[in-house]
């Protein structure tokens, strides 16, 4: 009987968590509100405000006008002045659009009012600084409730306060006044809100799509998590924008490339990278496992770009050490063969022994056993005698025994030493063989290719030996060579081709230069070398005798600067 298991149902956060755009929409909403509300109580309190001054300005001017028309002051002086001022100050009350017009003797009884029960009594308000002959505004609640008021004199031909006029508008009709500005107040104030609503809210519904609805501290965890992924791996990563600026780069990649310094948007070609990877990098194509070579490493690049025209992410990957692995294998590989073809010389040659034997030419066969003997020997004690350090003596063995093969022979000058244990630990065996190896095969392809065009028999000529002291003035004449405290190893390999253009000097250590017609899986040996010399502070030369002559100086101390190759 089968058991059918259930996948554990994802556990959703306790409590509500709002997404990053949810929270921005709230809080804008908010300020939007606080803004527009703010705005419409400032505009209700200013409008509010002129529309009281302008009020006072009307009773004021309504009240002198009366204090200063002859009828009033003719009609203070009758023996009834209330059937007179009543239905003077009624018609202007009307006319004028104020709440009441009041006239009244210098006691304040009313002798007008626009209630004729009030006709009699005493004014309500103050009435001192306009029986000084002074005129006043006050708001004051009477018997029409609150008003805007004004009490002015009404002065006779002496200049004596002979009655008070007094006209005012009630804040009720002012409130009237403004409840039309007030309702279009607010509607704008309600559009306002509706419109930053919406706009608020299209620009987080955008917000939440690009956010993918997470909160800000799943932002901020995502963009932690970002951070340590992209500097823990070791594959180099760069990042470009549209304008080929670097947007990111990790440490990785820093490291590869031997970035200093701040990086982020500055310009890929401003970066004093290789010109070939620059020209990889910003070509139309898209790059796949090329291999470029940067001032120490050699390194792998891909390139792709990013959406739709967005960008370019560029991948690195190490490739020095397999490089070098690469080297040794080949060098490896170089020694079988050359050893198969010796062992497979030998057998032709006790062949030949042991039917000379058969024949009973025992004087001939051993003149010839003896021969073979001396000849095979004698570059091995020479390279033995004059090389004491075991790396290089072995690779020299072996790539002689390869370019006889080839067809090519290989010597090693009279004035080549190197005792044993003179090299320092800094240098590495992979870097000599990567110097020594890579210039014998390209001395012997030189040489055989050379040998189509010379009748004389393809030679390649190995020189290599410790030189104390400063490095030679030669190089130092070239701008090449620093000084070097404890002398320096010298390899030199000279061949009898037909040398190197001088015009292509400077390409030779660019990586892809070669001189043969199929240049797949070539270009790569000289700008190795050049790359190898300059990590250990060394320098490679150009030069030509028979053919073409490279010559690297490696140095046994600390160099002073890093050279680079020049042609002698």
Partial sequence: MSVRTHPTPRRRPRGPVRSLAGQLFVVQVVIVAAVVAGGAVLAYLFTAGRAEDAARRQVTAVARSVADSPSVLAAVGAPDPSAVLQPYAEQVRADTGVSFITVMDTAGVRWTHPLPEQIGKTFLGHIDWALAGQTRSETYTGTLGPSVRVVTPVLDERHRVVA???????????????????????????????????????????????????????????????????????????????RHRVVLCNDA?????????????????????????????????????????????????????????????????????????????????????????????????????????????????????????????????????????????????????????????????????????????????RDLITVLGNLIDNAVDAAIAGAAESPDPPEVTVTARIEPGAAESGAAEHGGAASFAGGHLLLRVADTGTGIDPSAVADVFRRGWSTKQDDRGHGLGLALVAQAARRNGGTVEVGRDRGAVLTVRLPLGRPARLPEPVAS
């Fill in 164 to 242: 008070l006029v007094s006209a005012g508008i009630t804040v009720q009709s002012i409130s009237a006044q403004l409840r039309g500005p007030l309702l279009a107040l607010v509607g704008v104030a309600v559009a306002a809100l509706a419109v930053g609503g919406a706009g608020t809210y299209l620009a987080n519904s955008r917000l939440r799509r690009h956010t993918h609805g997470m909160g800000p501290a799943e932002l901020s965890h995502l963009y932690e998590y970002h951070q340590a992924t992209l500097h823990s791996v070791r594959e180099g990563l760069v990042l470009l924008d549209r």
């Fill in 253 to 429: 990649a820093r490291e590869l490339l031997a970035l200093d310094g701040e990086v982020e948007g500055r310009p890929l070609d401003e970066l004093g990278l290789p010109a070939a990877l620059v020209a990889a990098v910003l070509g139309a194509e898209p790059v796949r496992d090329e291999v470029h070579l940067t001032a120490e490493r050699v390194v792998v690049l891909n390139t792709s770009t990013i959406g739709t025209g967005l960008g370019r992410v560029l991948t690195l990957r190490d490739h020095t050490e397999l490089q070098s692995l690469s080297g040794e294998l080949d060098s490896v590989r170089g020694f079988t063969e050359a050893l198969g073809a010796q062992a497979h010389e030998a057998a032709n040659r006790l062949h030949a022994v042991v039917s000379l034997v058969e024949l009973g030419r025992h004087r001939e066969a051993v003149e010839f056993a003896t021969a073979e003997l001396e000849l095979a020997q004698q570059l091995t004690d020479r390279v033995v005698a004059a090389v004491g350090e075991p790396v290089l003596a072995a690779l020299l063995l072996g790539k002689a025994a390869q370019a006889a093969e080839r067809g090519v022979e290989l010597t090693l000058t009279e004035d080549s030493r190197i005792d044993d244990g003179v090299l320092p630990p800094g240098l590495s065996a």
